[in-house]
């Protein structure tokens, strides 16, 4: 699969995304974004959650005429027709034709099928022999197979889907116009899909979405395919990003914990847990935040935030608030409060229960079948995925 660049010979090493230091929380405070634009950054975990479920608070206005710029170049996230930049009864009624499929009871009926699919990925790591890259062998292909599944796209391109996905994530990975051709590739891909699917349904998710949003008003042909598109590259970017980054910890610096999450499978989801919350999917410098605009004044933390103003939620810092999760907190222990890796409030993560369930079935196979798993490569050798949102291993080599 085509990912971004590893670092060049003249670009400073990268330290491993769990050995970053994270602010100490405050009030909000007011940076500014790579443009230039004025941001109010939030970081306390109440503040954020606050925040997130304010609609004083939103994501469509970013994209009004009068918005200040908050991106360098396009992705993604700045599609207006995207689910992520709607809301209101317009967010609830794109959200409601696919929300059923990835509620916790309906995710729980793919965990048997999964957990084939990361047996069938561990016998192909086996039998390829030691030394290994875990990155291309295993923690690429599962999310990837897994959504192609759900969504129907048997036999998706893996070299493309990775092109697409380095493009719509990019920070500065990519020129304006190298994403925007990349994208309109992707939207005629989604689009495809959409009228495949309209003309002969099946059993998956695409066709679902198809059939409710033809029989609910105000769904457009453009929020549907931003949709389909969405969903194929969230569907496998946070799961890659999170299991390599895991990987990387649980090799190196938590090694003590290996055994114990192969040992157990209840021990492994408590893991997994702690390490979405714990290890971030970016660095702070690609993005402060889940951003959102003031439509109104709105104070937070004590501060007044001015209408008009971009507002950033610091998920990363949150999730350090030593208010709400002291230093030191064993791997394996449950999280009394939610992390905010997924976000919180109506944007909440329509993924987050499959991306929850394939990193703890991938740690707990991958711990079980090779206890004796070791990084072949020092942590500070690792070349990574630059200039996207998200950054993970570009491979990792792994010895047993």
């Known amino acids: ?34 443009t230039g634009t004025p941001v109010w950054v939030v970081t306390r975990h109440a503040d954020v959650r606050k925040l997130l479920a304010d609609p004083r608070l939103d994501r469509a206005s970013l994209f009004a005429p009068d918005a200040p710029a908050t991106t360098l170049v396009p992705n993604l ?14 967010h609830q009624r794109l959200r409601r034709t696919v929300q059923r499929a990835f509620t916790p009871r309906s995710i729980a009926r793919w965990r048997p099928w999964v957990g084939s699919v990361v047996e069938d ?44 996905s380095d493009h719509a994530l990019s920070a500065t990975a990519y020129t304006a116009e190298e994403i925007r051709q990349a ?44 949709l389909v598109c969405g969903l194929v590259v969230a569907g496998h970017e946070t799961t890659m990003t999170s299991l390599g980054n895991a990987l990387v910890y649980l090799l190196s610096d938590g090694a003590d914990g290996w055994a114990r999450i192969g040992a157990s499978e209840a021990d492994a989801t408590a893991a997994a847990e702690q390490l979405l919350r714990a290890v971030p999917l970016g660095d702070q410098e690609t993005a402060p935040g889940l951003l959102r605009r003031a439509v109104e004044d709105v104070e937070i933390g004590g501060v007044l935030i001015p209408a008009g103003s971009v507002v950033a939620a610091d998920a990363r810092t949150a999730n350090h608030d030593p208010a709400v999760y002291p230093d030191g907190i064993p791997l394996f222990d449950a999280l ?56 993970s291993p570009q491979r990792l080599a792994v010895a047993w």
């Open 1 to 34: 699969m085509t990912t971004a660049n590893a670092a060049a010979p003249d670009m400073p090493a990268l330290v491993p995304l769990h050995c970053l230091r994270h602010a100490e929380p405050g009030p909000p405070r007011l940076a500014a974004l790579p």
């Open 77 to 90: 996230l700045d599609d207006p027709e995207a689910v992520l930049n709607l809301d209101g009864e317009a």
């Open 121 to 164: 990925l561990l016998d192909g790591l086996e039998a390829a022999g030691s030394p290994a890259d875990v990155v291309g062998a295993f923690s690429r292909p599962l999310p990837v197979a897994v959504i192609s599944r759900l969504m129907g796209l048997d036999g998706l391109d893996y070299e493309r889907l990775g092109r697409w």
């Open 183 to 226: 994208m309109q590739e992707f939207g005629r891909f989604g689009q495809q899909v959409v009228d495949e699917r309209r003309k002969d349904p099946g059993e998956d998710l695409v066709s679902s979405l198809v059939e409710a949003a033809d029989r609910t008003e105000g769904v457009t042909e453009a929020q549907l395919v931003s």
């Open 336 to 391: 009394d409060t939610p992390s905010l890796t997924f976000g919180a409030g109506p944007h909440h993560c329509l993924g987050a229960w499959l991306a929850r369930m394939e990193l703890e079935l991938a740690l707990h196979g991958l711990a079980r079948r090779f206890p004796q798993l070791r990084l072949v490569d020092a942590p500070d050798a690792i070349g990574w995925r630059r200039g996207l949102l998200t950054r």
